[in-house]
């Protein structure tokens, strides 16, 4: 399907890949990984047509559609669903084609492109991208708001459900868990375990890479390597070879150290010249073993914290949220050393809220909030990047907060953080995501805080590094809390879990498996803001009456789905007749057309009926 051999590129002065070779099948689910910088993206751009290569040759088969989700912010009044529905390019043309048809009235054509429009399952489209949309986060008032109403972060959520709306050979995604929550993450994942085409997703979350792929591509030393299995698979497979080439090196090590000394002690000697010669070139001969390199430069611990108080903070009867919406309803908890807390609830229940009030970001709506004298508390949240100096260094910014420790310490600590030589002392101006990210890490970890408050801590972070965090964070010796979509950060680093759903905080009994059971008895399709709008006349009744109710018009509507799906394949059916016995001039054709526009028209109706419905029964 894809062939990349003897591949070249430079960029600039640094050399991604140096006759790099690998072949791809179709139907495989690829996991593309690598450090940040090694050519991940860059093959994304070769496998694009949008760059070429120094030398080599890249080769795809003929006619393969490839989606791939746009880094440019879209710009258009269109509204959410019209622009995921631009996805389809197939779809966008037959409907185009379809109008300018009904405007020539040329009833031959129009019976065709409506036979064409049923083969791509075009009648449902509407449909399918709302379910899209709703699954990737947006509420079901958000679907007819028009794209320039949304954020840059659900923007390219908008961009990700137009890629996966495009009907494709060849998906390609790049790091698309990274603005989505974890609800979205999963409702992804399973998409993705559904799409039938060939997958290559470049990720840093090891548990989503684990359930999508099952090869793994890497991208080292300027070649790619690959694997087969998921990534934990290639982890193993990748920790053993490691082995084997380190004893190769240290064995060939040993031997070249032995030939050596033989020549250097008897090439003088003229009965042994010939053989000291000899040997030296057996040396020269000798494929050289590489001595294996550690590819993390990320090693890094938490310092020491002072004595911790018991609680180290105290919440009684505290209600939080903004102006007068009331996010947290009145709940009691309280923080005791050395507790590890993971968040749990869907998005926009309240977790950042929650983090937020810890922090002293957010004051109480009502009740007490009480943080014990002495308690150093140490927030990360993505926001805080912006807050970074952009004409300062790492070490600039770490001799702000601590002016008594040598320059030549910070330096030995920043490079724990990937921040070494010319590094340490660069402006974070031109810093990417990843390497800000880390700056503010690093500064978090030196203010040596009781409690550590981490919101979304691993965006940006690649795989090494997320690691590094894991590993740290499991020495912590405070107290912690993390909010955060990486489900391996969550299993390794926290003990216990907070749920927090309906405006209420509660301690949940179970780990992040359990949660997903738990989301799927509440019927989680969608997080909202704002209580769920319900009929005129559910007055004085339950939310499961309310809910049955509900179920019994989904139900009726579904049957009227099937009716009016039965009834527009019976009239294509009679068209292509018409059509195939060239009679479609006559008014038959014509009236048929006329009946099948209308029943297209009450189908659609009912679709919205029944996602309507089914927001609001998921909603309760």
């Known amino acids: 399907m894809i062939t990349l051999q003897n591949i070249s590129l430079r960029l600039g002065q640094k050399t991604l890949f140096n006759q790099a070779n ?23 751009n070769l496998l694009l047509g949008q760059m070429t ?87 079901q008032a958000e679907l007819t708001q028009p794209v320039s109403a949304f954020s840059g972060g659900w923007r390219i959520r908008l961009n990700l459900a137009q890629a996966l709306m495009c009907r494709s050979d060849l998906l390609l995604l790049d ?20 799409y039938q085409g060939t997958l290559i997703l470049i990720s840093h979350d090891r548990e989503f890479l684990d359930s999508i792929v099952n090869r793994i591509v890497h991208v080292e ?19 053993l070879k490691l082995a084997q080439q380190q004893v190769a090196y240290e064995k060939q090590q040993k031997k070249v150290a032995h030939t050596m000394d033989f020549v250097n002690r008897f090439r003088a000697k003229a009965s042994k010249a010939k053989q000291a010669q000899s040997r030296l070139k057996s040396l020269a001969k000798m494929e050289i073993v590489s001595a294996v390199a550690v590819e993390s430069p990320f090693q890094f611990e938490f310092r020491p914290v002072p004595n911790c108080p018991n609680p180290l903070l105290t919440v009684e009867d505290v209600s939080a949220g903004y102006g007068n919406r009331t996010v947290l309803k009145s709940f009691c908890w309280g923080l005791a050393p050395k507790e590890r807390i993971g968040l749990l609830g869907p998005n926009g229940a309240g977790k950042s809220t929650f983090i937020k009030l810890l922090a002293g970001e957010l004051k109480p709506q009502a009740g007490t909030f009480l943080l014990a004298n002495g308690v150093k508390v140490g927030y990360y949240a993505q926001h805080q990047l912006e807050y ?63 409690i550590l408050l981490l919101d979304e801590p691993t965006n940006h972070l690649d795989m090494a590094m997320r690691n590094a965090l894991s590993l740290a964070l499991q020495d912590f010796e405070g107290a912690m809390i993390l909010c955060s979509h990486d489900r391996y950060l969550l299993s390794s680093a926290v003990d216990d879990f907070l749920l927090i759903y309906q405006g209420e905080v509660r301690r949940f009994d179970g780990d992040v498996e359990a949660y997903y059971q738990w989301m799927a008895k509440q019927h989680i399709v969608k997080p909202e803001n704002t209580p769920v709008k319900l009929p005129a006349d559910a007055d004085g009744k339950t939310p499961d009456q309310i809910r049955q109710e509900l179920q019994k018009e989904q139900s009726l509507l579904e049957k009227k789905l099937e009716k009016l799906t039965r009834e527009m394949e019976l009239i294509e059916t009679r068209l292509s007749a018409l059509y195939q016995a060239g009679l479609q001039s006559g008014d ?16 659609e109706k009912a679709e919205s009926d029944w996602l309507y419905a089914q927001g609001l029964a998921d909603g309760l």
């Open 22 to 44: 690998i072949t791809l099948f179709a139907k495989e689910r690829i996991g593309l990984i690598g450090a940040n910088g090694s050519g991940k993206s860059t093959l994304f």
């Open 53 to 139: 290569t120094d030398a080599g040759e890249v080769s795809i088969q003929p006619n393969l559609s490839i989606a791939h989700v746009r880094q440019e912010m879209p710009l258009t009044d269109a509204t959410a669903v019209e622009y995921v529905l631009a996805g389809d390019a197939d779809l966008m043309q037959i409907e185009t084609a379809i109008i300018e048809a009904e405007k020539a009235q040329t009833y031959e054509r129009l019976a065709e492109l409506h036979t064409r429009l049923g083969d791509i399952d075009g009648y449902t489209a509407n449909a399918r991208a709302s379910r899209l949309l709703v699954g990737l986060g947006f509420s």
């Open 175 to 194: 790091e698309p868990t990274n603005h989505l929550d974890l609800d979205a993450i999963i409702w992804l994942e399973k998409w993705l375990q559904q």
């Open 221 to 239: 030393n300027q070649q790619l390597f690959s694997y087969g299995g998921n990534y934990t698979q290639f982890e193993k497979i990748r920790a």
């Open 388 to 450: 970074l100096q952009a004409d300062k260094s790492p070490l600039d910014h770490l001799q702000v907060i601590d002016n008594k420790a040598t320059p030549q310490m910070l330096r030995n600590f920043l490079g724990g953080f990937g921040f070494a030589g010319e590094m340490a002392t660069a402006k974070v101006a031109p810093f990417s995501g990843g390497e800000k990210a880390r700056v503010a890490l690093a500064l978090l970890v030196w203010a040596k805080p009781q």
């Open 588 to 603: 038959e054709s014509k009236k048929l057309t006329e009946s099948l526009t209308q029943v297209k028209n009450a189908r």
